[in-house]
């Protein structure tokens, strides 16, 4: 626990008890959140199996990196603004970031664009 807020709370009787109460709080919400952070509670993550998968596919053949590029998009396609006569009306966010698998998926495609360019000397720029 910070020394500071032990020096507070022995002379709180000095500076009144409003300061001593604040202090004493604030000392409670430090030590309990030193303990909650010192324990380790595994997040449940149901995905964790298919994210792995996904993390450590191996991409060797040229048609599979092919199909994957042209699969996964390289933007997000949702994200939209609703116009009418000019004025944008509704914005619609990108809704790939919902996607908890997102981040894998992208790794993967990217991780075909390069088994193309650097194992088969392909042009990518087509993905791209």
């Known amino acids: 626990m910070n020394s500071y807020l032990l020096d507070t709370i022995n002379t709180s009787h000095i500076m009144g008890s409003n300061l001593s109460k604040l202090a004493r709080l604030l000392a409670t919400r430090i030590m309990s959140r030193e303990t909650t ?13 298919l994210r792995h998968w996904l993390e450590n596919l191996k991409i060797s053949n040229p048609r599979l990196a092919h199909n994957l ?21 509704v914005h619609i966010p990108p809704m790939c970031k919902l996607n908890p698998l997102y981040e ?12 193309l360019a650097d194992e088969c000397g392909e042009d990518i720029s087509q993905y791209c």
């Open 69 to 89: 590029c042209k699969l996964i998009p390289s933007q997000c396609p949702f994200e939209r603004d609703l116009n009418l006569f000019g004025r944008t009306l």
């Open 104 to 115: 894998e998926v992208v790794m993967l495609r990217f991780k075909a664009m390069c088994y």
């Open 37 to 49: 952070n010192s324990l380790h509670i595994p997040k449940f993550d149901p995905l964790k199996p």
